[in-house]
């Protein structure tokens, strides 16, 4: 059974940080690639990062320089660590896996960015 249990989020003021996890389970983490994605109210979902196998990185224009994906194979755990946080970055945030042709979600953490 693949899980994904995302932690980490919070309220934080405007130019803080914080760092997400995703723990997997089920899944042959260290040959697939990770993504984190957000969905703020009345959006759509939107992809933020992806993390490669090989822990290449890929970022939204809107987030580049700020956030920063990695991953720990040996504990099954991706990561977004998140800097310079603004208001619009408010949403919530989802790890995201596409294993044996079937795509796996977690059930998300909110980021509040507010003062």
């Known amino acids: 059974q693949v899980q994904l249990v995302e932690s980490g989020g919070g309220l934080v003021q405007p130019g803080g940080s914080l760092r997400l996890s995703c723990a997997t389970s089920g899944i042959s983490f260290s040959a697939v690639t990770m993504g984190w994605y957000r969905q703020a109210p009345g959006k759509e979902r939107e992809l933020v990062a992806t993390?490669?196998?090989?822990?290449?990185?890929n970022y939204a224009d809107s987030v580049k320089g700020r956030f920063t994906g990695s991953r720990d194979n040996a504990k099954n755990t991706v990561y977004l660590q998140m800097n310079s946080l603004k208001p619009e970055d408010t949403a919530v945030y989802y790890c995201n896996v596409r294993f044996l042709a079937d795509v796996y979600w977690g059930q998300g953490t909110q980021v509040t960015v507010s003062s």
């Open positions: 993390i490669s196998r090989g822990g290449s990185t």
